[in-house]
Nanobody, 122 residues
Framework: QVQLVESGGGLVQAGGSLRLSCAAS????????MGWYRQAPGKQRELVAA???????NYADSVKGRFTISRDNAKNTVYLQMNSLKPEDTAVYYC????????????????WGQGTQVTVSS
């Protein structure tokens, strides 16, 4: 019943910018962690940027100084501002969130968005 809806992917030239958005909707108690992963063809999925449960951020070394993760807690939304894009950034970007669900008990569920394609041309 929880959905992660991503938007903002597309095709850009090297040096350009994109802003990805991911909004969590549905019935849940709260969000513990939320961030972005990416997977290029033939490669393993890797962490790009994320908020931890304590509110700190983690970035892949390859994107530090170029990408910025932010969030709007009131909207249950996380953003990824991507600047100075490089062809090496080309991948499918996935939103991920660990969400606390409350029914008769409280438990956490790991959710993934459908993914959005980011293609950077040289």
């Amino acid at each position: 019943q929880v959905q992660l809806v991503e938007s903002g992917g597309g095709l850009v030239q090297a040096g350009g910018s994109l802003r990805l958005s991911c909004a969590a909707s549905g019935s849940f108690r709260g969000i513990n962690t939320m961030g972005w992963y990416r997977q290029a063809p033939g490669k393993q999925r890797e962490l790009v940027a994320a908020f931890t449960g304590g509110g700190s951020t983690n970035y892949a070394d390859s994107v530090k100084g170029r990408f910025t993760i932010s969030r709007d807690n009131a909207k249950n939304t996380v953003y990824l501002q991507m600047n100075s894009l490089k062809p090496e950034d080309t991948a499918v970007y996935y939103c991920n969130a660990v969400i606390t669900i409350a029914t008769s008990i409280v438990y956490n569920v790991d959710y993934w968005g459908q993914g959005t394609q980011v293609t950077v041309s040289s």
